[in-house]
Each structure stands twice: as C-alpha cells, then as structure tokens.
C-alpha cells in the first residue's frame, strides 16, 4: 500500500513538475516514443549511457511506466543525446540485474532511480546511427 502511494505521488511530481522542466533543457536525454493509444510522440527525460550503439537505461516503475508500454506496443523510439536525435529499437531487457546496471550508468539519475524506483527493469536501445 505505501509502495503504491509512492509510485504515485513520484509519478504525480514528475508528470507535472520535472518532466516539463527537463524537456525544456536542449541536452537533456529524452526518450521519444509513440503513444499506443494516441499515435502522438511521447516525449520523456531520463538518464542512461550510449555504449557504442546501444544505449542503456533503467525504468524505475517497469512495466507500469507509461513509456515501458508504449515500447511494448512499438519499439522503434528515438533518443536525443547531446543535443542529436538517433532513432533505434528498443528492447526490455528483464534478466539483466537492473541494480547492477546502475553502477555503470550516471550517478544522479541511478540515486533517484534507485531510490524512488520500486520495479527496476533494464532498457537497451540499439541505435541505427
């Protein structure tokens, strides 16, 4: 019950606070993905790490995050790195150790995953440029 408080009132903070503000940043990550039931592009700030053509990124609500669905349904996204958009697929990597994951990937973002996150699900985007 209170992990489910949790998930919402982190959801509720960044869907209405950060998120907007984060966009807004021309080298903030973001991860576009389309809408499963609007068609629109879905437009989420986030942090992770480009190895070689892949880049990795942790989920901190797994399959209940709105971008994890959206995935699901269509995993072509794009990812805007340093400022550059890349398209790629994305794939849900769920026996890799999400924990472990965040060691590698950039330490403030891994501190709020880590700590607001309540179903850690590793992401790999393979970028096509």
């Known amino acids: 019950m209170a992990e489910d408080l949790r998930d919402q009132v982190t959801k509720m903070f960044q869907k209405n606070v950060m998120n907007p503000m984060m966009r807004l940043l021309p080298f903030q990550t973001l991860l576009e993905t389309t809408g499963r039931k609007s068609g ?11 190895v070689g053509n892949e880049f990795w990124f942790v989920s901190e609500f797994g399959e209940k995050s709105q971008y ?36 590698s990937l950039p330490q403030f973002n891994s501190f709020g995953v880590r700590t607001f996150g309540t179903n850690l699900l590793t992401i790999r985007v393979d970028l096509e440029d």
């Not at 629109?40 to 480009?50: D, E, I, K, M």
């Not at 699901?72 to 472990?100: C, F, M, S």
């Open 40 to 50: 629109q592009p879905r437009r989420t700030p986030l942090g992770g790490r480009r």
């Open 68 to 103: 994890v669905k959206n995935i699901q349904a269509d995993p072509a996204v794009r990812v805007r790195l340093n400022g550059k958009w890349h398209k790629g697929t994305a794939h849900i990597v769920a026996d890799d150790d999400a924990r472990e994951r965040l060691r």
